[in-house]
């Protein structure tokens, strides 16, 4: 059954409307003018000369961790391929180098231009191999298969731009903790 939603009674100074015109200028006017005498209150950015500052954990491009080694920790499952629903993730596995791993991703692709930004392929992984953090959420091209990253590219990051809390991210080789992370890891006892 449809809710009658009763009508405000106006006064005769609403009713006016100039009255209320007025009050509305009032309101714009000193906002301008607050922004005017000092821009640093303006709640907008001057994009894209001012880039915002996005927070860590928003989904951006994807990017490939890696091992203390320099390679993927993807071990090319094909996880994160079936859960995603728009389909854009290309895998092709090859045999892994190291005995202690079975498989690793010759091929490595994602087509950002069908990319829904779900986080279902993050989710979906069972060994912390992709995320979407790097803050690159702004992504301009002019062709379109120019917005099919590849594995090389989403191995291209640097472990300063992450924080020192990321112990994944600071094993990676350039990290803080790669060092000790590496001798685990050729010892054996850090796969
Ligand atoms: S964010 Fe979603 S749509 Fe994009 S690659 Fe991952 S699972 Fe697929
Ligand atoms: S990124 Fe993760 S889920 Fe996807 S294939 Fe590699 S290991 Fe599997």
Redesign the pocket.
């Known amino acids: 059954m449809a809710k009658v939603v009763a009508r405000p009674e106006l006064t005769w100074a609403e009713r006016l409307y100039f009255v209320e015109i007025f009050k509305g200028m009032k309101l714009t006017i000193g906002h301008a003018l607050k922004t005017l005498s000092n821009p640093d209150t303006l709640t907008t950015l001057v994009y894209p000369e001012v880039q915002p500052d996005l927070p860590q954990d928003y989904r951006s491009r994807h990017r ?1 961790m890696k091992r203390p080694d320099g390679d993927p ?9 079936t859960a995603c629903p728009a389909r854009c ?1 290309e ?1 092709e596995a090859e045999e892994a180098g190291d005995h202690h791993i079975e498989k690793r ?1 010759a091929v ?1 692709n994602i087509d950002l231009l069908l990319c829904i930004y779900c986080g279902m ?1 993050v989710e ?4 912390d ?2 995320r979407m953090d790097t803050k690159k959420a702004i992504l301009v091209d002019d062709a379109r298969h120019k917005f099919i990253i590849s594995r090389d590219q989403m191995l291209d990051w640097d472990p300063s731009d992450y924080p020192d809390t990321d112990v994944t991210s600071q094993e990676a080789p350039g990290g803080k903790l790669n060092e000790e992370a590496r001798k685990a890891f050729e010892s054996g006892t850090g796969h």
């Open positions: 490939l920790r993807c071990v090319a499952c094909y996880m994160c391929s993730i895998i991703p490595f392929c979906a992984c069972p060994c191999a992709i």
